[in-house]
């Protein structure tokens, strides 16, 4: 199964990282584990925005969209989405 590194979309700033396993379904792919730092997996903790978020960076990484073409679909937020 593959797995990336990601940003924490629970973190408070960009240099926490999470590690994402993810079947390779396409356009997005479905997320199996997020992997904080204290190596909990906290998917169940996290809400359909920040799955979302993990899949669309995914998604941008290995080039299945354009980087920008799925911002009309993105959440502006002043801070990391709460968890569910």
Partial sequence: MPAQYCMNPLGSCADQEVL?????????????????????????????????????????YHGRIEPYAWAQHAVDVLFAPAAA
């Fill in 20 to 60: 994402v396993t993810y079947g390779d379904h396409r356009p997005l792919a479905s997320i199996k584990s997020v992997i904080d730092a204290d190596g909990c997996d906290i998917l169940a903790d996290l809400s359909e925005t920040c799955v979302r978020i993990l899949q669309l960076e995914i998604a941008v």
